[in-house]
């Protein structure tokens, strides 16, 4: 018999390969929120009212981060995933340190534009390499510890933001993460390499781009999925963008004060309501798949109230406590419905099938969302003062409505659209 060949050199291991994600994931939302927590400061110092703001939250960043990331997610299920992540990386970083030298509002916004043209090719790949790493059974709470980025990041960014802005001013709070994220791009590409496909159990090696499109097209749970995300980003970046100007104009907090409420509120919440979602769906999909969009639906029609009452108090401790829970609610989604999405299509096509997804998210709800809600402000300003800003958000709470009739209805679908693995 003749000798075996020697054994493939061993990879790293699957839940390294997550941290590395993970810490890339932080910073994408370090970069992409920091802007939140120096509206204050911007505004006072290049004279940008709340509709300029809401442009730069929203549109300028998710317009080219919605459509480019369709094409780079295509371009990593056919070349190498690791490396369109680490190029991404770079680039929002390097966009990002350059937010601190604006001069006006258009210096800022094409630089927002760029975090947005870098941040495009790193979500959707991170997926499908989770994909790759993961089985289905664990998906959906691999996915949610990804997400946890999402809460990390966006404290780190409101408290690391607030400090350096108070202690230098809001260019050296840019300057400083945009440095950071430079820094992590060698260790990960260095750690992190595309596990090798088995495309022979998956299905076709070389799906077209077509053909990725019309499978999903034709299936009612992705559309459904799609825009009940949709509708609840449209909430949840506008309320994670404006939440500390209201703070700050409703509560009279300070900057630094801010920095902690909006923190504490994200680690607290958001961390369990993550970690809950993906643990739950795992758990109840295994009966049904609908569970996979169920579990989200229910935890919007939870928030809807919560959130209210916390918008609406005028007691800082109060609001507090209102907000954690329908903070935890408002990220229990994520793992779920990105791990469903990941299963309406053969592996070869989950970059493409996560872009896909992230195209109508995120253009509707971060670059709806944040505009909307700073418009809407805007326009009540007349009637409500500087107490505009909470009636648009009391408002705005009707998109977890929404949102929770969509996921209701995904999940009639789910169980006929969700495809198997080999």
Same mark, same amino acid.
């Given at each position: 018999?003749?000798?075996s ?7 790293p291991g699957?839940?390294?390969?997550l941290?590395?994600l ?5 910073f994408n ?5 920091i ?5 204050a400061?911007?505004?006072a ?14 549109i300028a960043?998710?317009?080219l ?5 369709v094409?780079?997610a ?5 070349t190498s ?5 680490t190029?991404?990386l770079l680039?929002?970083?390097?966009f990002? =340190? %350059?937010?601190g030298?604006a001069? @006006?509002?258009?210096h800022?916004f094409? &630089?927002? *534009?760029?975090? /947005?043209v870098?941040e $495009? ?6 997926y499908a390499v989770i994909?790759?790493?993961f089985?289905?059974?664990?998906r959906?709470? =691999? %996915?949610?510890?990804y997400?946890? @980025? ?5 404290a &780190?960014? *409101?408290l690391? /933001?607030?400090?350096? $802005? ?7 709070a840019?300057?400083a993460?945009g440095a950071?994220?430079?820094l992590?791009?060698v260790?990960f590409?260095?750690?992190v ?5 088995a495309?022979?159990e ?12 019309r ?5 009612p ?14 909430l949840g ?5 404006w939440?500390p100007?209201l ?5 009279g907090l300070d900057?630094?004060?801010t920095?902690w409420f909006?923190?504490?509120?994200l ?11 993906g ?5 109840l999909?295994?009966a049904?798949?609908a569970?996979y969009a169920?579990v989200p639906a229910?935890?919007?029609v ?13 007691s800082?401790?109060i609001?507090f ?6 903070q935890?609610m408002?990220y229990?989604?994520l793992?779920?419905?990105l791990?469903?999405v990941?299963h ?5 096509a989950r970059?493409?099938?996560s872009a896909?997804?992230l ?14 809600l700073?418009?809407?402000?805007t326009?009540?300003?007349p009637?409500y003062g500087t107490?505009?800003?909470r009636f648009s958000?009391l ?10 009739l969509l996921m209701?209805?995904?999940?009639r679908?789910?169980?006929r659209?969700w495809?198997?693995?080999?």
């Amino acid at each position: 018999m003749a000798a075996s060949a020697s054994p493939p050199r061993s990879g790293p291991g699957p839940r390294l390969v997550l941290a590395m994600l993970l810490a890339v994931y932080v910073f994408n939302f370090v970069d992409r929120q920091i802007l939140a927590i120096l509206a204050a400061p911007i505004q006072a110092d290049l004279g940008l009212d709340d509709a300029q703001m809401g442009l730069l939250g929203g549109i300028a960043f998710a317009l080219l981060y919605s459509t480019l990331g369709v094409p780079l997610a295509w371009l990593a299920d056919r070349t190498s995933r690791s490396w369109v992540i680490t190029g991404s990386l770079l680039v929002w970083s390097l966009f990002t =340190a %350059l937010c601190g030298f604006a001069q @006006g509002f258009w210096h800022i916004f094409l &630089a927002r *534009v760029g975090v /947005g043209v870098g941040e $495009a090719g790193g979500v959707a790949p991170s997926y499908a390499v989770i994909g790759d790493y993961f089985p289905s059974e664990r998906r959906a709470f =691999a %996915l949610s510890i990804y997400s946890l @980025g999402i809460p990390l990041g966006s404290a &780190a960014g *409101v408290l690391a /933001g607030g400090y350096i $802005a108070a202690a230098v001013d809001w260019r050296a709070a840019f300057l400083a993460v945009g440095a950071a994220g430079l820094l992590l791009a060698v260790p990960f590409k260095a750690i992190v390499r595309d596990k090798p496909r088995a495309h022979a159990e998956s299905g076709p090696a070389e799906l077209r781009f077509g053909e990725i499109a019309r499978m999903l097209a034709a299936k009612p749970a992705f559309w459904l999925l799609a825009f009940g995300a949709a509708s609840s980003s449209m909430l949840g970046y506008g309320l994670a963008f404006w939440l500390p100007s209201l703070l700050q104009r409703s509560f009279g907090l300070d900057l630094v004060q801010t920095s902690w409420f909006i923190g504490a509120v994200l680690l607290l919440g958001g961390v369990s309501g993550m970690l809950a979602g993906g643990r739950l769906s795992d758990r109840l999909g295994a009966a049904s798949r609908a569970w996979y969009a169920w579990v989200p639906a229910c935890a919007f029609v939870i928030a809807v109230p919560l959130f209210a009452g916390g918008i609406y108090v005028s007691s800082v401790a109060i609001a507090f406590v209102l907000f954690l829970v329908p903070q935890a609610m408002a990220y229990v989604w994520l793992g779920p419905v990105l791990s469903a999405v990941q299963h309406l299509v053969p592996p070869p096509a989950r970059s493409t099938a996560s872009a896909l997804f992230l195209l109508i998210n995120n253009l509707i709800g971060l670059g709806g969302g944040i505009y909307a809600l700073g418009a809407l402000s805007t326009a009540l300003t007349p009637v409500y003062g500087t107490e505009a800003l909470r009636f648009s958000m009391l408002f705005a709470l009707s998109l977890y409505l929404l949102a929770a009739l969509l996921m209701g209805l995904a999940g009639r679908h789910l169980p006929r659209d969700w495809v198997e693995e080999a």
